[in-house]
């Protein structure tokens, strides 16, 4: 990690460097704003609020998507309050510890590391839920509940978009994992959990399951309609995409072929793909109910 130190006591500049160089970190030094400006390269910047005749707001801008902290020799709306509400990330008191000084880096490394993980398995679980409609509202729903359905990803899209909705944090626990009561007993009561395959479950099991999410607040997705002391709602889908292992009927799969390649083949051609005359898919639509819409 490199650390770019913005500081015109030079003394004191030099033995904040020499001192987190010992610690592993790289270090630049400035005594000018705008020559930080121009060639720094740290990832984090520790930034005298006593540079008499610079304005350091600018640079304060520019890397506060970086880590920030202040080194002040007092506290007042302009060398702390100002510079924390355009970005910066702390401030540390003049004389201090170099021991303080590097919590308080390594705090806001975490931090960052950790907000930069957030966005990727946002990103990432939207992208692969991104072709999941649901068309029910979300404002509508309400915890605890137990979803019955033929496709599990609906129940995925509907818990996530409901915790991002109603700003929760959301703790997915599959009951396909052997530690999953460790996991309901040890999660924030003030959490959301999104319990998935319920129909895993021996019903010993699931009694254990519905005792330990007594006086919690919950959705689980089942395949199975299995009655539970919860409110249960049935969520289905004939366009839904199927796991390698799982053998489908004749009748599901023409089905999921029709819904998914209707707008991307003519009958004719769609047809013949199913090994079936332009006249039997015509048979399967009226049997099925699925017509193109014009």
Not at 255 to 278: C, W
Request: charged residues 30%; aromatic residues 12%; glycine residues 2%.
């Amino acid at each position: 990690m490199k650390i770019t130190i913005i500081e015109n006591e030079l003394y004191l500049a030099q033995s904040i460097s020499s001192k987190l160089n010992q610690s592993g970190y790289e270090t630049e030094v400035y005594s000018s704003i705008k020559e930080a400006m121009e060639t720094s390269t740290g990832d984090a910047y520790l930034l005298s609020t006593n540079l008499p005749g610079q304005n350091f707001n600018p640079l304060i801008t520019k890397y506060r998507d970086k880590i920030i902290i202040l080194m002040v020799s007092y506290i007042n709306n302009d060398t702390v309050a100002s510079p924390l509400k355009l970005g910066a990330n702390d401030y540390i008191v003049k004389p201090f510890m170099i021991e303080e000084l590097q919590r308080k880096i390594e705090h806001y490394k975490e931090f960052q590391t950790l907000k930069k993980y957030k966005n990727l398995y946002k990103e990432y679980s939207e992208y692969l839920l991104n072709d999941i409609s649901i068309v029910d509202d979300i404002k509508s729903v309400r915890t605890p509940l137990v979803i019955f359905t033929n496709y599990i990803k609906l129940v995925d899209k509907l818990a996530f978009e409901y915790a991002k909705n109603s700003n929760r944090v959301l703790v997915f626990i599959p009951l396909a994992i052997k530690n999953w009561k460790d996991k309901i007993e040890n999660a924030n009561p003030k959490h959301l959990l999104y319990i998935s395959e319920l129909q895993t479950l021996k019903k010993a099991e699931r009694d254990q399951l519905f005792k330990l999410l007594e006086h919690r607040e919950f959705i689980i997705s089942t395949t199975t309609n299995i009655e539970t002391p919860f409110t249960t709602v049935e969520i289905n889908t004939d366009n839904k995409l199927y796991d390698q292992n799982e053998i489908l009927t004749i009748d599901d799969y023409v089905k999921f072929i029709v819904n998914s390649f209707q707008y991307q083949f003519p009958d004719t051609e769609l047809s013949k793909k199913l090994g079936i005359s332009r006249k039997s898919l015509w048979e399967k639509r009226k049997k099925y109910g699925i017509f193109k819409k014009k």
